[in-house]
């Protein structure tokens, strides 16, 4: 972001009177500011504050029905209609375990929050959205007409906040990225010999801390029996496959607030200039292809045998989305998947250093 002169509230609600069709996230990158601000300078013309506890939030959901649940970052938007059941409530990590809303929360790094009314025609488009504290969306929940309006508004009541202003104070920042260290002062046997002792995917993070690692130092560094380099064009291919062949897979999207997951088949896939898209009853992903700096496909040992993974990476490192055979706990992996994943193009690794 520059260092001009932010615009002031009444200025960014004219920007958004004068550009009624471009996407929040779209304006807010043009006039200099985070999206978060974009919102908040609508507080009282349609926008109410709202206090971002997760926990709260995700218990009076239940009562909401169906809604439609947005997370997206940079590259990549998931979008999953159901309803928020089956959860599991943490001050470190918030769960939804539903059959269509599956997701993992964070909610230390929920910092702003809103709801948000929308005329559309004749009609109001009504939505909760929730920001980190560098002012990035982290997720975000749109009511369908099938939705309860009353607990709805019952819930927006409950989590209104005193503080109506229309500014708000963004952290440049943000929480804490993955660890950034040299792979130089890393042990490559250290971590083959940890890797190869996994016995669930769940522990790979801790691991990664514990060899201060970011994930892809790890890839570069452990060797192409647990992970090797793909071609770009890798992801579009599987998507292709997994359709042709009614393989249903399990789709991650998230950021530093949320881990928003997609289990089952897929089958509308919509290329679109640079997007990939895929247009399901349920199930809707848009994916910036050309946004794609590396593919990898990633071996995890677990006691169930190893599990296979996709995993898609931008330009700055960052994970854009990763897949993996849809599986449930003590299941073995899809031969099928599997078959696909270590059969995908691919292309010589480069060297640890």
């Not at 200025?11 to 304006?27: C, F, Y």
């Not at 088949?265 to 009853?281: A, Q, Y």
């Amino acid at each position: 972001m520059d260092q001009r002169v932010k615009p002031a509230p009444h200025e960014i609600r004219r920007a958004r009177a004068d550009n009624p069709k471009t996407r929040e996230r779209d304006l807010a990158a043009q006039l200099g500011i985070s999206e978060a601000e974009l919102v908040a300078a609508h507080c009282g013309d349609g926008v109410v504050r709202v206090e971002p506890r997760a926990n709260d939030l995700l218990t009076g959901l239940e009562a909401v029905g169906e809604v439609m649940a947005l997370t997206r970052n940079e590259s990549a938007v998931h979008e999953k209609i159901g309803v928020y059941d089956k959860v599991v409530t943490g001050n470190h990590n918030a769960m939804v375990l539903g059959e269509n809303i599956d997701l993992r929360i964070f909610p230390k790094a929920w910092a702003h929050g809103f709801a948000v009314e929308k005329r559309d025609g004749g009609d109001i488009r009504r939505s909760l959205q929730f920001f980190d504290a560098a002012g990035e969306a982290v997720h975000k929940v749109h009511l369908r007409p099938a939705s309860n309006l009353y607990a709805y508004q019952k819930l927006v009541a409950e989590l209104e906040s005193p503080n109506q202003e229309s500014t708000v104070s963004i952290s440049e920042g943000g929480p804490e990225s993955e660890a950034e260290a040299s792979d130089a002062s890393t042990d490559v046997d250290d971590l083959r010999d940890r890797w190869s002792r996994l016995t669930d995917v769940h522990q790979f993070f801790g691991m990664l801390k514990t060899l201060k690692l970011d994930r892809r130092q790890a890839l570069r560094m452990v060797g192409q029996d647990y992970a090797w380099l793909l071609d770009n064009d890798a992801v579009s291919a599987m998507f292709h496959h997994a359709a042709e062949g009614e393989m249903p897979i399990m789709c991650f999207v998230g950021n530093r607030g949320c881990i928003q997951i997609h289990s089952g088949p897929i089958t509308s896939i919509k290329p679109m200039g640079p997007w990939l898209n895929v247009l399901d009853e349920t199930f809707h992903l848009h994916l910036r292809t050309d946004h794609i700096q590396e593919v990898w496909a990633v071996r995890k040992p677990t006691k169930d045998g190893h599990v296979t993974s996709l995993e898609a990476y931008g330009a700055d490192g960052k994970m854009i989305i990763q897949f993996f055979g849809k599986r449930h706990e003590s299941e073995s992996e899809r031969e099928d998947w599997r078959f696909l994943a270590e059969n995908l193009p691919r292309i010589p690794s480069p060297t640890a250093a």
